[in-house]
């Protein structure tokens, strides 16, 4: 087994991990929490949502880590000046997203804001909340799914 094999493993285990996070919190923990009283609500979101983030940062350096390692095996970094290999802007774009939210945007201002704004506007700021996660799930499963077929050599 080489080292590309083993890195391609801890690649996608990483992003299940992480893309089926961000799928629970969308599709699950979101939608239940609906109509849950806001104080109650946002307490909740917190609790459980901090949990996931600290394996979502994880997964996030073990997903970059892999991914440089195979574009450097691989000898694939021209890939990113060919616009037909936009599967792998679309992986670098969704990484970038997700590491500047948790670890500079979070930390630094987001977390905040985001707690100023839940206690002014409960309603429109769980929908904020609810919207910006169908985004990044959106964006992380056509992703997720043009990869695998991209590195097939199953896209045109
Ligand atoms: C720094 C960011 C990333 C880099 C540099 C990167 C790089 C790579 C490379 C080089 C491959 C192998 C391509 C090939 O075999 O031709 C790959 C495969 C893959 N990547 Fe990424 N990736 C990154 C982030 C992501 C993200 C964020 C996702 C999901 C949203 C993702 C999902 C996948 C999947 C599903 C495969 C296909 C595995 C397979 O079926 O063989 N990657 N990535």
Same mark, same amino acid.
């Given at each position: 087994?080489?080292?590309?094999?083993?890195? !391609?493993?801890?690649?996608?285990? *990483?992003?299940?991990?992480?893309?089926?996070?961000? +799928? #629970? %919190?969308?599709? @699950?923990?979101? $939608?239940?929490?609906?109509?849950?009283?806001?104080?109650?609500?946002?307490?909740?979101?917190?609790?459980?949502?901090?949990?996931?983030?600290?394996?979502?940062?994880?997964?996030?350096?073990?997903?970059?880590?892999?991914?440089?390692?195979?574009?450097?095996?691989?000898?694939?970094?021209?890939?990113?000046?060919?616009? !037909?290999?936009?599967?792998?802007? *679309?992986?670098?774009?969704?990484?970038?997203?997700? +590491? #500047? %939210?948790?670890? @500079?945007?979070? $930390?630094?201002?987001?977390?905040?804001?985001?707690?100023?704004?839940?206690?002014?506007?409960?309603?429109?700021?769980?929908?904020?909340?609810?919207?910006?996660?169908?985004?990044?799930?959106?964006?992380?499963?056509?992703?997720?799914?043009?990869?695998?077929?991209?590195?097939?050599?199953?896209?045109?």
């Amino acid at each position: 087994m080489d080292g590309t094999s083993i890195a !391609r493993a801890a690649h996608v285990l *990483a992003v299940v991990f992480w893309i089926g996070g961000v +799928a #629970f %919190v969308t599709l @699950v923990l979101l $939608p239940a929490l609906r109509g849950v009283e806001p104080h109650v609500r946002l307490a909740t979101f917190e609790r459980l949502e901090r949990r996931f983030g600290g394996q979502a940062k994880l997964a996030i350096l073990v997903a970059g880590a892999s991914g440089f390692y195979m574009t450097w095996q691989l000898a694939a970094w021209d890939r990113f000046l060919d616009m !037909r290999f936009w599967w792998m802007h *679309a992986m670098l774009g969704v990484w970038l997203l997700f +590491a #500047f %939210v948790l670890f @500079v945007a979070e $930390p630094l201002f987001l977390h905040a804001w985001f707690h100023r704004y839940a206690a002014k506007e409960p309603e429109r700021s769980f929908k904020l909340v609810q919207f910006m996660h169908y985004g990044l799930l959106t964006a992380s499963v056509v992703t997720t799914a043009a990869a695998v077929l991209g590195a097939h050599g199953a896209l045109p």
